[in-house]
């Protein structure tokens, strides 16, 4: 069984991009990118929603993004083995393999796929991930602090959602930004 995981890099202050939409100051530096990759690796299927698979898209699709470094290279990879599903009522196709479209967030569904899948999953996207929040589903929650206040924009974690957090593990890094590992419902 797969555990569904949320990960994101957020400001300090709680947001995934400030209120212009920039998100410029949430690139990872090498080596929390070689951590990313590793945490990663054992991701067998992607949750999306149509604006955070429209973000992602690019790690197949535009081949300068993998030539900047290995470690980008190795990312786009790893992103590309994956399956995606993309939760959209508008989106009529899909620009990526290993990718389809489900028109509505079922978490029965999901419950299903979290069952039988032999790999983890994630889901990405603050207001995907707050479904599966609220359905119960989610199993670890990942962030990535950058050391920034934003002072608004898009949130991290949705505000409806009242959830005990054990910390698992932490991480340091040497640009500042640290990594929090939580498990859930405790």
């Known amino acids: 069984m797969g555990k569904l995981i949320y990960a994101a890099i957020t400001s300090l202050d709680g947001y995934i ?8 100051w949430a690139v990872p530096d090498e080596e929390v990118l070689a951590f ?22 690019g790690w197949e699709t535009d081949p300068t993004l993998a030539g900047q470094s290995p470690l980008m290279r190795d990312f786009a990879e790893i992103w590309q083995a994956a399956d995606k599903i993309v939760y959209s009522a508008t989106l009529e ?8 479209i489900e028109r509505g967030f079922d978490p029965e569904a999901v419950r299903q796929l979290k069952a039988t899948a032999e790999r983890d999953i994630t889901v990405g996207g603050p207001n995907l991930a707050a479904h599966a929040f609220k ?17 608004g924009g898009k949130q991290s974690l949705t505000n409806d959602v009242r959830l005990r957090l054990e910390l698992l593990d932490e991480r340091r890094f040497g640009n500042g930004m640290v990594h929090l590992r939580y498990r859930t419902g405790t």
């Open 135 to 151: 359905a119960g589903l989610v199993d670890e929650c990942h962030l990535y602090l950058a050391p920034i206040l934003v002072g």
């Open 36 to 57: 990313i990759n590793d945490q990663e690796r054992p991701v067998g299927t992607y949750l999306y929603g149509r604006r955070m698979y429209e973000t992602m898209v």
């Open 93 to 100: 196709t899909v620009s990526t393999a290993r990718t389809r």
């Open 17 to 24: 991009e400030d209120e212009d939409g920039k998100f410029d």
